[in-house]
C-alpha cells in the first residue's frame, strides 16, 4: 500500500517503511523512526526540529 500525506505523525506512528520527499528528491528512505529522529539533511532537520510530536 502506498500512502501520501503532508503529515508527520501518521506516518512516524504507524508506517513500517517511509520515503521523506522535498521538491522532487528523496531526503531520506527506511524505517519511520530512522527517518524522523536521525535526519541526515540540514533542510530536513531544520524541518522536524519545529514539529516535538515526533521526540517523545
Request: glycine letters at 8%; a positive charge.
Amino acid at each position: 500500500m502506498l500512502l501520501v500525506t503532508h503529515q508527520f505523525g501518521f506516518p512516524y506512528r504507524f508506517a513500517p517503511y517511509v520515503i521523506y520527499l522535498y521538491d522532487g528528491e528523496a531526503y531520506g528512505t527506511g524505517a519511520a523512526e530512522q527517518v524522523f529522529r536521525y535526519p541526515r539533511k540540514k533542510r530536513k532537520t531544520a524541518l522536524l526540529l519545529r514539529f516535538s510530536e515526533f521526540y517523545l
